[in-house]
């Protein structure tokens, strides 16, 4: 007989994941990043709205459906991102992927996409939302420009 394995170890000693236990128990359908299960309050929604904030600092996607109640949200800081990660174009599209399964277990389809800000995650998060199965109609850029407003803060000398 086989002597004991080590908890955490497969029969040649390397680590295992809780992805390889997951395919372990139910086959290759039990793959955790691409199912999308439907809600428990499920609100049935076809059509929404993706709003993303991309700040120098954060990237926030709220999702709502056309009349404005969210049903999906995300930030950089909720998905682990911590410190001049946050801002970056990888966390963006993290962040947006997120929401999006929240929103499709409500069984959104389609949405029109409205970003804000100066960040660098504006263009990863809208392919992201593209590359989830979300049919994208319309991309708009909703930053607020002042029609010579507030001072702004100065430039940066590097």
Same mark, same amino acid.
């Given at each position: 007989?086989?002597?004991?394995?080590?908890?955490?170890?497969?029969?040649?000693?390397?680590?295992?994941?809780?992805?390889? !236990?997951?395919?372990?128990?139910?086959?290759?359908?039990?793959?955790?990043? @691409?199912?999308?299960?439907?809600?428990?309050?499920?609100? *049935?929604?076809?059509?929404?709205? !993706?709003?993303?904030?991309?700040?120098?600092? *954060?990237?926030?996607?709220?999702?709502?459906?056309?009349?404005? *109640?969210?049903? &999906?949200?995300?930030?950089?800081?909720?998905?682990?991102?911590?410190?001049?990660?946050?801002?970056?174009?990888?966390?963006?599209?993290?962040?947006? @992927?997120?929401?999006?399964? @929240?929103?499709?277990?409500?069984?959104?389809?389609?949405?029109?996409?409205?970003?804000?800000? +100066?960040?660098?995650?504006?263009?990863?998060?809208?392919?992201?939302?593209?590359?989830? &199965?979300?049919?994208?109609?319309?991309?708009?850029? !909703?930053?607020?420009?002042?029609? *010579?407003?507030?001072? +702004?803060?100065?430039?940066?000398?590097?």
């Amino acid at each position: 007989e086989e002597a004991p394995k080590a908890e955490g170890t497969d029969e040649k000693g390397k680590k295992r994941t809780a992805a390889d !236990v997951l395919l372990e128990l139910d086959g290759p359908e039990a793959d955790a990043s @691409q199912k999308v299960v439907k809600a428990k309050g499920s609100k *049935n929604i076809h059509s929404g709205i !993706v709003h993303v904030l991309a700040t120098f600092n *954060n990237t926030i996607v709220t999702i709502t459906d056309t009349r404005g *109640n969210v049903i &999906g949200w995300s930030t950089a800081g909720k998905m682990g991102f911590r410190g001049s990660r946050k801002s970056t174009a990888y966390a963006a599209q993290v962040v947006s @992927q997120d929401a999006c399964r @929240q929103a499709m277990s409500h069984g959104l389809k389609e949405a029109d996409v409205r970003v804000k800000g +100066p960040g660098s995650g504006r263009e990863s998060a809208v392919r992201a939302v593209q590359g989830i &199965g979300i049919d994208v109609k319309n991309i708009s850029d !909703v930053t607020p420009i002042p029609h *010579n407003g507030c001072r +702004p803060k100065k430039a940066r000398r590097v």
